[in-house]
T-cell receptor, first 116, second 113 residues
Framework: AQSVTQPDIHITVSEGASLELRCNYS??????LFWYVQSPGQGLQLLLK??????LVQGIKGFEAEFKRSQSSFNLRKPSVHWSDAAEYFC??????????????FGTGTQLKVEL | GAGVSQTPSNKVTEKGKYVELRCDPI?????LYWYRQSLGQGPEFLIY????????DSGLPNDRFFAVRPEGSVSTLKIQRTERGDSAVYLC???????????FGEGSWLTVV
């Protein structure tokens, strides 16, 4: 069974500082990996995804993530955080298309607070 | 274009009542998913439809929960004899048959009192 661990429940950074959110996954084959962001009262917005190919993927809002198979990790990074980035971030792993669909398993999330 | 639409956005119901939550996926998306997100947790998979049929309902917690998608588009999640523990955000998502990316709606907040 697939699983995701986000070891940091809360992270606080200063505006303009760099950010790294950790994600470790467990899956027997090549995973399909995602980062989603959720603002209060909002749905999940996809930031970026990794399916195959280049292990460094670029997403929206200046985010990037790097897939490291040897470490079973898919950490999310941003070089300079903006106050509007304060939200909850979820890492998810999927098995890829099975019968046309991709069932995701999510981590418990990391709550990001940005200090001005 | 329009995203995944869910109604109602908020629902308060009494324990023991029946509830229906509706999801309208992105046009042309054949795969539809229901997830449940409890406070402080990540979303948990409930059920997945490919077309009209439930391809995987392994996440439904018990037989009080069931979902339908009779015409392969709109889906309804139905909860019978609601319990306080059913209080959560119910998220619907969809994806195209040939795509791995899943797009989520804003959710239906269910509170059972």
């Amino acid at each position: 069974a697939q699983s995701v661990t986000q070891p940091d429940i809360h992270i606080t950074v200063s505006e303009g500082a760099s950010l790294e959110l950790r994600c470790n996954y467990s899956y027997g084959a090549t995973p399909y990996l995602f980062w989603y962001v959720q603002s209060p009262g909002q749905g999940l917005q996809l930031l970026l995804k990794y399916f195959s190919g280049d292990t460094l993927v670029q997403g929206i809002k200046g985010f990037e993530a790097e897939f490291k198979r040897s470490q079973s990790s898919f950490n999310l990074r941003k070089p300079s955080v903006h106050w509007s980035d304060a939200a909850e971030y979820f890492c998810a792993v999927g098995a890829g298309l099975t019968g046309g669909g991709n069932k995701l398993t999510f981590g418990t999330g990391t709550q990001l607070k940005v200090e001005l | 274009g329009a995203g995944v639409s869910q109604t109602p956005s908020n629902k308060v119901t009494e324990k023991g009542k029946y509830v229906e939550l509706r999801c309208d996926p992105i046009s042309g998306h054949t795969a539809l998913y229901w997830y449940r997100q409890s406070l402080g947790q990540g979303p948990e998979f409930l059920i997945y439809f490919q077309g009209t049929g439930a391809a995987d309902d392994s996440g439904l917690p018990n037989d009080r929960f069931f979902a339908v998608r009779p015409e392969g588009s709109v889906s309804t999640l139905k909860i019978q004899r609601t319990e306080r523990g059913d209080s959560a955000v119910y998220l619907c998502a969809s994806s195209p048959y040939s795509g791995n990316t899943i797009y989520f709606g804003e959710g239906s907040w269910l509170t059972v009192v």
